[in-house]
Every structure is written in structure tokens, then in C-alpha cells.
């Protein structure tokens, strides 16, 4: 089954404590973004990639890393979350010749 | 940089009816994709429709169609025999050169029954 994978689903941490939240595609996509999305704001890109060690940031990178090794994958690194990071974040993938980015279910982020 | 304007934070359509949602953007490109993305409850990002900038045919998925007006930069949302799993967030959002999607605020709509 086609789809982007998103892990994990939620997830509570505390201030300062470094994590990952990992993204995988099973479509051989070029593309790849990181998306935030809160109340009010709508959502955000992050972090995008438009094929492997090609990244770029997006509106809102400030406190966030990525890295593209491998055309899977695209985690989201933040090394040292604080409580503004609190937040739904999103994953997508596509390709440019179809212009069509696929979601993956969402990550639900607390930063106490 | 390109905006997506969607000006209609709230909307309500009954049962069976029609319900056109609103997109402006602006850009200065001229390739470039459109889509319009659903969002129910559960918080999936579900694509519902996407238009090419260059093709002058409004696209048509099922109940929701476009109407795609180039130079208006406008992109609106027809879902005609509203059901109540219509009831959503929903979300256009525009696709250029870069492919990096830019979004709208989104607009709550509610399906009476």
C-alpha cells in the first residue's frame, strides 16, 4: 500500500530533551516536507527536500533539523524543544511531474 | 511569495445542496499546481482535487469540481450533494516551481442534516 509513514503518533516530552520523529515513503518520491499546523496559523512548511542531501528551509525552521540520506526517508530533528514547538506536525511526499503531495497521519507533539 | 487567501473561515450547507468554497492566491509564476485538501476530525490531510495551472479545463472528482479562473488567480471548491462526511476542515493550497505547498487558513464547513 502506498503511503507516507509517520512514527510516532504522539508524543509528550519535556523541555530540552532532543527527538526525532521519523518519516518514511514507500513511493519513490523526489519530494519531501515537514509541516506544522496550529490554530489560527493554518499550516506551515518546515523543512523541504527535493531529493537526496537537497534540503531547504521552509517559513518556520528556526529549532528544527532535518537530513535527507536516503530518498525514503526525511526525519524531523529537534535538539532541544521548548513549548512554542507544541504542535501537529505533518510529513508529505510527492513528485513534481504529477504535483500531488501525499500526507502522512500527523504527529501530535507536547513540550512540557 | 506566494499567498493563498481563503476568506470564508466558517460555511454551512445543508444535506443534498451546493457549497462553493472560496481560494484566491497570488503569484507571479505561471506553471504551477492548485489543490484543495479535506481535513475531518481525525486530523488526516486527505487531497480531494488538484488543478494544473496550464490546463484550462476545470477538474472534476465525483461531487467536487473546480472552477479555475487563470487570470483572477482564483480556485473554488464546488461540492454539490452535500453529504454529512463532507463535514470538514478544508484547506487549498498552491504548488509552484519549487513544489513547496503553500496553504490557506482553511474553511470550517458544517453539513446540516
Known amino acids: 500500500e502506498a503511503q507516507v509513514t509517520q512514527n510516532p503518533r504522539y508524543l509528550i516530552t519535556v523541555t530540552g530533551k532532543k527527538l526525532t520523529v521519523t518519516c518514511s515513503q514507500n513511493?519513490?518520491?523526489?519530494?519531501m516536507s515537514w509541516y506544522r499546523q496550529d490554530p489560527g496559523l493554518g499550516l506551515r512548511q518546515i523543512y523541504y527536500?527535493?531529493?537526496?542531501?537537497?534540503?531547504d528551509k521552509g517559513d518556520v525552521p528556526e529549532g528544527y533539523k532535518v537530513s535527507r540520506k536516503e530518498k525514503r526517508n526525511f526525519p524531523l530533528i529537534l535538539e532541544s524543544p521548548s513549548p512554542n514547538q507544541t504542535s501537529l506536525y505533518f510529513c508529505?511526499?510527492?513528485?513534481?511531474?504529477?504535483?500531488?503531495?501525499?500526507f502522512g497521519q500527523g504527529t501530535r507533539l507536547t513540550v512540557v | 511569495a506566494q499567498t493563498v487567501t481563503q476568506s470564508q473561515p466558517e460555511m454551512s450547507v445543508q444535506e443534498a445542496e451546493t457549497v462553493t468554497l472560496s481560494c484566491t492566491y497570488d503569484?507571479?509564476?505561471?506553471?504551477?499546481?492548485l489543490f484543495w485538501y479535506k481535513q475531518p476530525p481525525s486530523r488526516q490531510m486527505i487531497l480531494v482535487i488538484r488543478?494544473?495551472?496550464?490546463?484550462?479545463q476545470n477538474a472534476t472528482e465525483n461531487r467536487f469540481s473546480v472552477n479555475f479562473q487563470k487570470a483572477a488567480k482564483s480556485f473554488s471548491l464546488k461540492i454539490s450533494d452535500s453529504q454529512l462526511g463532507d463535514a470538514a476542515m478544508y484547506f487549498c493550497?498552491?504548488?509552484?516551481?519549487?513544489?513547496?505547498?503553500?496553504f490557506g487558513k482553511g474553511t470550517l464547513l458544517t453539513v446540516n442534516p
Open positions: 493550497a498552491y504548488g509552484g516551481s519549487n513544489y513547496k505547498l503553500t
Open positions: 527536500s527535493m531529493n537526496v542531501e537537497v534540503t
Open positions: 503569484t507571479s509564476e505561471s506553471d504551477y499546481y
Open positions: 513511493m519513490n518520491h523526489e519530494y
Open positions: 488543478q494544473e495551472a496550464y490546463k484550462q
Open positions: 508529505a511526499s510527492g513528485m513534481r511531474r504529477e504535483g500531488t503531495a501525499f
